[in-house]
């Protein structure tokens, strides 16, 4: 480092001197700052080169990925024809022969093809083909007679395996896995271990590069066309619509004024119907009803309209969670000791009195709320709003969480929603 450094500070006074020397008039610090520039370029030039390599090396391993996700796809489809369409007619013993992968991926995919292989074969038993441990056939051995020396694997010299005390007449499978242009291709094939080696099965399998895997449950092996029918069918049995259940907090903020007495939270039991515009959910409105009751403080009812935007993707998924954006209105009746807030007047001492004595408060608003909604499979939601009260804009009883292009916003809600 200290060597480095020396070079690079020698590199520096001998460009600051030539630089000097050729220009007199040029400052001495705009030297110095030409002769840095022209002495950095081998440092930025080597940074350069490992930013680089550090690209070329995330790439290899993307794509690398992406091999390995296509490679046991190939894998799934060999088995889900196999379950379709067994070789055998009974389970039989059959040796991992080899799996061979591309040529630049290593033998850790090949290490992983072959757990795939096995996981999948274990999970479906009905395939009948048995994987067995067998060493001598798949390792190299050497066999000398009167005819001479042999050097081979097991699986290729049937007649060694029987010295050997193996038994001859099961099958060896055999997997080679190659990268053809902008295709994956699979090729598989299954030997009789006899001296003739005879091929009793064989197949061949290819998928495009540009197609994403199918990441299929090695206990549910499905084809493509099956997978999108049950996602279809899912989609079509739930229909555009749905019966919510939905419990809901409203919170006010503390007025400014401290004359001002600010309502208590609320707590809101709603249901009604959702109806979605199509089976994708993209546009979905409802029309709900709800009740508030707290004994000796407030009662309430409400009903309310709402539009939701499904803002994560075209149509409503099944395997991940779906954001909607929503607004909405409601019309809302409360009566109760805890509800004299909901007045655009300051409270005073007889007037709670009255209250008291009396039936009590009763008041009627309208309202408006924008938010999200978090929706899980079209089951259980998690939202969050913002709502305003424009007859209570100027209330000396209401504070406001959020002011934006002049609305004033005085409630802050949470919902739970429960789809049935």
């Known amino acids: 480092m200290h060597a480095t450094m020396s ?140 005819e001479g020396t042999v050097v081979s694997r097991g699986v290729d010299n049937p007649a060694v395996l029987s010295r050997l005390g193996q038994d001859t007449g099961r099958h060896a499978l055999f997997i080679d896995v190659e990268a053809e242009g902008a295709w994956l291709v699979l090729r598989a094939r299954i030997t009789q271990l006899t001296p003739e080696l005879p091929i009793v099965w064989s197949h061949t399998l290819a998928t495009s590069a540009s197609t994403p895997a199918l990441l299929r449950q090695p206990t549910a092996l499905k084809s493509a066309a099956e997978a999108r029918e049950e996602y279809l069918d899912a989609l079509h049995d739930r229909g555009p619509l749905t019966i919510p259940v939905r419990f809901v907090i409203r919170t006010y903020d503390r ?17 009604g ?80 009195i009255a209250d008291l004595e009396g039936d009590g408060p009763r008041t009627t608003f309208g309202t408006f709320q924008v938010g999200l909604e978090l929706r899980v499979g079209n089951r259980i939601g998690l939202s969050g709003f913002l709502e305003t009260i424009p007859d209570l804009t100027y209330s000396p009883n209401m504070g406001e969480y959020l002011f934006i292009a002049g609305v004033s916003f005085q409630t802050i809600g949470t919902e739970v929603t429960f789809c049935f």
């Open 7 to 146: 070079a690079v500070w020698n590199r520096v006074r001998a460009v600051a001197r030539v630089a000097t020397r050729a220009v007199p008039a040029v400052p001495l610090a705009l030297a110095l700052a030409l002769a840095f520039a022209l002495a950095a370029q081998p440092a930025q030039a080597a940074t350069v080169e490992e930013a680089q390599l550090a690209e070329l090396e995330r790439v290899r391993a993307e794509i690398g990925s992406q091999v390995q996700l296509s490679a046991y796809d190939l894998v799934d489809e060999l088995v889900l024809g196999w379950l379709q369409d067994p070789v055998f007619q009974a389970p039989t013993p059959v040796v991992l022969a080899g799996v061979s992968v591309p040529v630049g991926l290593g033998t850790g995919m090949q290490a992983l093809l072959e757990n795939h292989i096995a996981a999948v074969l274990t999970q479906n038993p009905t395939t009948n083909v048995q994987l067995v441990h067998c060493p001598e056939c798949t390792a190299v051995v050497v066999h000398s007679g009167p």
């Open 255 to 271: 007025p400014y004024t401290e004359v001002g007495i600010a309502p208590p939270p609320f707590l809101w039991l709603q249901t």
């Open 273 to 352: 119907v959702e109806l979605g515009s199509t089976d994708a959910r993209t546009w979905t409105s409802s029309l709900m009803m709800g009740y508030s009751f707290i004994p000796q403080a407030y009662q309430g009812v409400m009903g309310q309209v709402r539009v939701s935007r499904l803002i994560t993707g075209k149509v409503r998924s099944l395997t991940r969670p779906d954001l909607y954006g929503f607004f909405g209105g409601a019309a809302i009746s409360v009566w109760g000791p805890a509800t004299a807030s909901f007045r655009d007047e300051v409270l005073t001492a007889d007037e709670l």
